[in-house]
């Protein structure tokens, strides 16, 4: 009865293993000059955030280059299982695997040295990394900047609030320049800043919200898939309002009814480039920045709230700032030196 | 500085109940002598089931609250069999209780997640139920925002809490809760159904594991998403050797985690030059503290606690 009841108990941990990721496919007609793209994400291609932004980027790059994209995607991909599904990947004959998030780091280095035919691509990083890989970095802190101008402008309390989860990558960036955007509009503005510790505690996003929205926050904002947690929060609030990181935001019911606006990364940019560069013969040894300036940015603001929130000066301002950022890169070069115990 | 302390504690009483919850079911568990590491896989099961219930009712949109309560009620069910199915591996068949409670976990989690997919999609929002300002008493400067602002369930869950302490102590099942997870074969020399009492202890257990993963779903986030617990679960287990298996001590437990959770978020919001992964780490490392200063004090501990029960042998 023993064995039975292990082999059972075997069956529902391999159950459970397998139902904690998915994996789909859609493909162009293939051929020789298709390009076979996988993606490998820690979340789903459906959270509202950064992993739905590759996804979706991904499939627009296929819209844009009729017949040249071979996709694939395996979801909830933790670190330790990112290696033996990209090692499926490359024995199907992928040309480009994409491991979305710098956490994967390390497990694409040492595939690229496995694999030295085979491009790979990682993000957010700034590094050069070796021959057969690409690396790409959004410059999120002038997306926040945006936003920051826009809750620094609209914030009646003085008080603005933000819900960070780890600081480091894009999420850094964007918190960053979200602090600078504030300022820039508003010196005297108190910006309360707290992180959660994580990029999918729904909750803990929320309970921080919570607290900074009883603390007299009335504009918030969040970075990464766990802000969708604070936007349900600021929901809950009849007065505050919200900036979004990521458009995806906005086809929530709460997102129509609170967030102001919002940007996007434009990823289908940077894929439609990947596949030129891989076209060509380049396979990897470079980093593709994202920022207006190279259409690596999109931002919207939200029709359903814009002509009551949105002064015409505020909207000039914004639009102003774009131009700005789309003229030349780097105009936020300083973004790191913003530092929060001085808020 | 009243304004800040005001906020802080208001937010104990909401924000500590589906840790409340679960760990007072756990207590039930652990002192019939089952230790329930499943207890993150059955709150997963218990959020998915009870905002799909609201969710296909309005599509994200406004629902009556009677959805509501039918999304908690499922939650318990669900949340009763799955201590039912936990009981079937580890009281029947006799697995080791630790090896068994990881498979629920993994299985509670990846299931819910599964079928989140399938059933609703990407991550979705429901609008829950709303907080209830009692009258009069909601209107008292400080107690009001502390004590009389919150909504039903987490009303509800707390008094619960003396409702468990009765039933634990006062009640002849409690007692025999008690007798299988300290001496299982005097209380079975006794004549209590040891197998029976450990079964419904888990199968309590189950339920309210289940409506703190509904409350989260329901009632605080009013969404989900398959991450949506995070180790709640596990932070729950821990409550109850903090608690010392004592409902009263366990709320304490609750309210504290939860008090460091909020008092954290205040560091980092107020700007107070302190790393946030420390801060972060505040109310862990409080209930790891508190555990090693209190963990010499076992004398409540059932003596039984993850042993399995077979009358045909000798121990």
């Keep these: ?343 | 500085m009243l304004a800040i302390l005001t906020n802080m504690l208001s937010m104990c009483i909401p924000f500590s109940v589906a840790l409340l919850l679960a760990s007072i079911g756990e207590m039930f568990n652990q002192r019939a002598g089952v230790f329930n590491l499943g207890c993150e896989g059955v709150m997963a099961m218990g959020a998915f089931i009870g905002m799909l219930i609201p969710f296909a009712a309005g599509g994200g949109g406004a629902v009556s609250e009677w959805y509501n309560v039918l999304g908690f009620a499922a939650a318990a069910v669900l949340g009763a069999l799955l201590g039912l199915f936990f009981g079937v591996v580890t009281i029947t068949f006799r697995a080791p209780q630790g090896i068994a409670g990881i498979g629920l976990q993994m299985f509670g989690v990846g299931t819910a997640g599964t079928l989140f997919r399938h059933f609703v999609g990407g991550t979705q929002s429901i609008p829950g139920i709303p907080d209830i300002e009692i009258p009069l008493l909601s209107r008292i400067p400080f107690l009001g925002d502390v004590f009389f602002s919150h909504n039903a369930v987490a009303y509800l869950a707390y008094l619960f809490i003396p409702v468990a302490w009765y039933i634990l102590f006062k009640t002849p099942w409690g007692l025999k809760v008690r007798a299988v997870g300290t001496n299982p074969r005097a209380a079975d020399s006794m004549g209590i159904n040891v197998s029976r009492t450990r079964y419904e202890a888990l199968m309590l257990g189950g339920a309210l594991a289940g409506l703190a993963g509904a409350y989260l779903s329901i009632a605080q986030a009013k969404m989900f998403s398959d991450t949506l617990i995070s180790g709640r679960g596990f932070i729950a287990v821990a409550l109850v050797y903090f608690g010392h298996w004592h409902p009263l001590q366990i709320m304490g437990g609750a309210l504290l985690f939860t008090f460091a959770q909020t008092f954290q978020t205040q560091i980092q919001s107020m700007g107070i030059s302190f790393p946030y992964e420390l801060a972060v780490m505040l109310p862990y490392v409080l209930v790891i503290v508190v555990l090693s200063f209190t963990s010499r004090n076992q004398t409540t501990a059932p003596t039984s606690l993850g042993k399995p029960f077979n009358r045909e042998m000798r121990t």
């Design chain 1, 1 to 343: 009865m023993k064995k039975l009841l292990t082999i059972m108990l075997a069956l529902l941990v391999a159950m459970s293993l397998f139902a904690s990721g998915s994996q789909e496919s859609s493909s162009a007609e293939s051929g020789d000059d298709t390009i076979k793209i996988a993606l490998i994400i820690e979340n789903t291609i459906d959270d509202k955030g950064w992993c739905q932004a590759m996804h979706d980027g991904i499939t627009q790059a296929m819209e844009m280059l009729p017949g040249k994209i071979e996709y694939n995607y395996s979801e909830k991909m933790a670190v330790v299982d990112a290696g033996s599904m990209a090692r499926q990947y490359v024995a199907e004959g992928y040309d480009l695997i994409i491991a979305h998030g710098a956490q994967y780091k390390n497990t694409v280095l040492e595939m690229a040295e496995e694999y030295p035919d085979v491009s790979f691509a990682f993000g957010t990083s700034s590094e050069i990394g070796p021959d057969n890989v690409f690396t790409y970095m959004p410059e999120s802190e002038e997306t926040g900047y945006l936003n920051g101008i826009i809750a620094g402008t609209l914030t009646k309390n003085n008080i603005v609030g933000l819900v960070g989860p780890v600081d480091s990558g894009d999420s850094a960036r964007y918190n960053r320049g979200y602090v600078l955007g504030v300022q820039s509009v508003n010196p005297d503005c108190k910006i309360l800043v707290a992180h959660t510790g994580s990029f999918s505690d729904y909750v803990k996003s929320s309970e921080v919200a919570a607290s900074q929205l009883a603390n007299g926050a009335d504009m918030m904002t969040g970075s990464s898939q766990q802000a969708i947690g604070a936007l349900r929060a600021t929901a809950e609030s009849p007065v505050a309002m919200w900036v979004g990181q990521d458009l995806a935001q906005l086809t929530t019911p709460e997102g129509q009814a609170k967030c102001i606006a919002a940007s996007a990364y434009n990823y289908a940019a940077v894929i439609v480039e990947l596949v030129e560069k891989i076209e060509s013969g380049v396979k990897g040894g470079e980093c593709i920045p994202m920022n207006f300036n190279n259409g690596g940015f999109i931002f919207e603001f939200n029709p359903a709230l814009e002509q009551e929130w949105v002064s015409p000066e505020l909207k000039a301002k914004v639009e102003d700032q774009i131009a700005q950022f789309q003229a030349a890169p780097g105009v936020l070069s300083d973004w790191a030196l913003v530092d929060y115990s001085t808020l």
